[in-house]
């Protein structure tokens, strides 16, 4: 079993930064790819930015716009989601999720229980 816990959410300018953390515990995930997602109020689950086991492979939404940066330290097994130049519309629950698979963007194994970010205007 392979459980996930967010951290680093909160209250924040527009224009301001966040850092996100997903913590993994139990089985090692040295091998598995690991994703964003968010959910802003009344909307589906979206997709953020998805990083494969080494770190060597990412891939970004959209939207991102070279605003968000994805990484991963396996030692600690801990992977990041830095946010620069926040938005409104980046207001979300935030998702960390863990797959055993390939990279991709749409099924996952394992999800956290998510962190609030909330950028007012």
């Known amino acids: 079993q392979v459980q996930l816990v967010e951290s680093g959410g909160g209250l924040v300018q527009a224009g301001g930064s966040l850092r996100l953390s997903c913590a993994l515990s139990?089985?090692?995930?040295?091998?598995?790819?690991m994703g964003w997602f968010r959910q802003a109020p009344g909307k589906e689950r979206e997709f953020v930015v998805a990083?494969?086991?080494?770190?060597?492979?990412?891939r970004y939404a959209g939207f991102v716009k070279g605003r968000f940066t994805i990484s991963r330290d396996n030692a600690k097994n801990t992977v990041y989601l830095q946010m620069n130049d926040l938005k409104p519309e980046d207001t979300a629950v935030y998702y960390c999720?863990?797959?055993?698979?390939?990279?991709?963007?749409?099924?996952?194994?394992?999800w956290g229980q998510g962190t609030q970010v909330t950028v007012s205007s």
């Open positions: 139990g089985r090692t995930f040295s091998r598995y790819t």
């Open positions: 990083i494969n086991w080494s770190g060597g492979s990412t």
């Open positions: 999720a863990a797959t055993s698979s390939w990279l991709q963007t749409y099924e996952y194994d394992y």
